[in-house]
Structures are given as structure tokens and as C-alpha cells.
């Protein structure tokens, strides 16, 4: 499912969205969080009384940080452009003292008490990482996507181990990030992280291993990154970050030196180990 905005402006909303509690006097004055002639993927519905809400990743959503989670916005903010009904929702009922709430999400989150509470939260790693995997699922269902095995990329980028060096890495992660006017550079040393990032407009759009000359850049970004991961003899994957799938071959992950903290993405029946999306694979594998 899919909405266009239409208008940002909480202060026309319908008065039965201030009725029930649901908009406050002050929050009447603000814009809410999205962009009219705008689209945006619906993770969820809810309906209470005569009033619909849509759970959507708003204008203030970023991935892999403290807004990583969707938000809910009343329906007449929208128009809806899609009206296929997501393959992974499940409906549930609950009776509150404002009426009857009907719930249109994916079962994994109805089976979670408060999951929307919880993921905004962010004080479960498992839950937030069910919501990435939510996310990944739906937006391959409604924008498309493909899968992608990166075995063999990452088993080339092993086979050249000695020739990488912590001083590599990091004179590789700063260069990448000078290309970016703005990014900024993410690496920990004194946490045991397997790789480096680097942020452009609130968004990771590269990730790079520490300990073997392989990357993972977001699809769209300018040719020169790619160039210069080349130049730097880094073997680099590109792949739409919100969409695109990977699997890998548990044997390259785990089995061919250096190993990757993959453990909580391996499926014990399935020969590879299934990943929804690049942010799942970085999450994952931290130490």
C-alpha cells in the first residue's frame, strides 16, 4: 500500500482526530513530519471509531539511528495511490475505552505486545531488528527489489587479506567520506566493530570491512566512490539499501578466514545464511 500527501497541515484535520485524544492542542500548530505531492509506503493501518491511521517512515525517519522506527499519521494527510493490501498483514481487535481499534499490520507485530511502543523505544535490540526485517519485507513487496549473493565478492575480497592493514582500512573509510561533501565517518576503534560507515543526508551509504578489502555502497551514489574503493583494491558490492535482499554462503562467512559475527542471521536449514538488507548485515555482525 502506498499514499500520496496531500497536505501536512494537522490544524484541518477532521475534528474526530482530536476528539479521541489523538492530536493535542499544541501539536494542532505544528505541520506534522511529511512532504505534500510525497510518497510513502504504509507499514501498518489502524483504524479506531471513524478515524484511520496510517503507520508510515515520515521526514524525520532515519535508518540505524534514534528515529528508526515509523510513525503514525491520520489518513486525510493522504490520498491513497496504491491500494493493494500487503501480502504480510494480519488483523487484530482491540477494545479501548475510545471504541473498537482494528489493526492492519504484519502478524510478527501483532504477535508483539506494543511492538510500534517498543520499536520507537529503542531499548530492545530484538525488536528493532524485527522491525528492520518488517521494513525490508514490505518495501521489496510494494517497490520491488532483488536478491543478491555476495559470496562471491566477499571470498574475493578474503583471498586478498595480507594486502589489507588497519591503516588501509581506515586511509580507504576517510577517503571515501572526503567524496561526500558533508558525510560523515563512523568507526569505533574501541568497540569491537567489524566495519566502518559513512553517513551522507542522515543515511549509511557505505560500509567497509576492517579486516578484508570489501565494501557495500548504496546504489546511486556518485561514480567516484566506487573509483576510488577500485583504486584502493576493494572489492565493492552496489545494492539499493532499502530493497535489495543477500544471502551468503555460511561456509565464506564463517568457515573461510577471517570469520564474520554472523551467527544470528544463520538459518540451521538453509545452506546460506539469509539477510533482509544491508543494514541488517552491519547490525548483525557487531561484535
Not at 493501518?45 to 515509523?70: K, T
Not at 528493532?128 to 525490508?136: A, E, H, P, T
Request: net charge negative.
Amino acid at each position: 500500500m502506498r499514499v500520496l500527501c496531500t497536505s501536512n497541515l494537522l490544524s484541518k484535520l477532521p475534528r474526530d482526530y482530536q476528539e479521541i485524544g489523538w492530536l493535542s492542542e499544541s501539536a494542532a500548530e505544528q505541520d506534522a513530519l511529511v512532504t505534500p505531492g510525497k510518497a510513502y509506503t504504509v507499514y501498518a493501518l489502524v483504524i479506531l471509531g471513524s478515524s484511520v491511521y496510517y503507520y508510515i517512515c515520515d521526514d524525520g525517519y532515519a535508518e540505524m539511528s534514534a528515529m528508526d522506527f515509523p510513525q503514525e499519521h491520520p489518513a486525510p494527510l493522504f490520498e491513497l495511490i496504491d491500494d493493494r493490501v500487503s501480502g504480510w498483514w494480519r488483523v487484530a481487535n482491540a477494545v479501548l475505552d475510545s471504541g473498537l481499534k482494528t489493526i492492519f499490520a504484519p502478524g510478527l507485530c501483532i504477535n508483539q505486545p506494543s511492538f510500534f511502543e517498543r520499536v520507537m523505544m529503542s531499548e530492545e535490540p530484538e525488536v528493532v531488528n524485527l522491525w528492520r526485517q518488517i521494513k525490508s519485507l514490505i518495501d521489496s513487496e510494494v517497490l520491488g527489489g532483488v536478491t543478491v549473493d555476495i559470496s562471491p565478492a566477499v571470498l574475493d575480497a578474503k583471498s586478498r587479506t595480507n594486502a589489507w592493514s588497519e591503516a588501509k582500512f581506515l586511509e580507504t573509510l576517510a577517503e571515501v567520506g572526503s567524496l561526500l561533501p558533508g558525510s560523515e565517518v563512523d568507526w569505533d576503534n574501541g568497540v569491537p566493530e567489524e566495519w566502518g560507515r559513512v553517513l551522507w543526508k542522515e543515511r549509511s551509504v557505505v560500509i567497509i570491512r576492517a579486516r578484508e578489502p570489501f565494501a557495500i555502497i548504496a546504489r546511486g551514489l556518485p561514480g567516484e566512490v566506487a573509483d576510488r574503493l577500485r583504486d584502493n583494491q576493494v572489492t565493492a558490492v552496489e545494492l539499493d539499501w532499502d530493497i535489495d535482499r543477500i544471502t551468503l554462503d555460511r561456509d565464506v562467512a564463517n568457515n573461510t578466514p577471517p570469520s564474520w559475527n554472523v551467527s544470528e542471521c544463520i538459518d540451521p536449514a538453509d545452506p546460506g545464511i539469509s539477510l533482509c538488507t544491508v543494514q541488517d548485515l552491519y547490525v548483525m555482525s557487531i561484535g
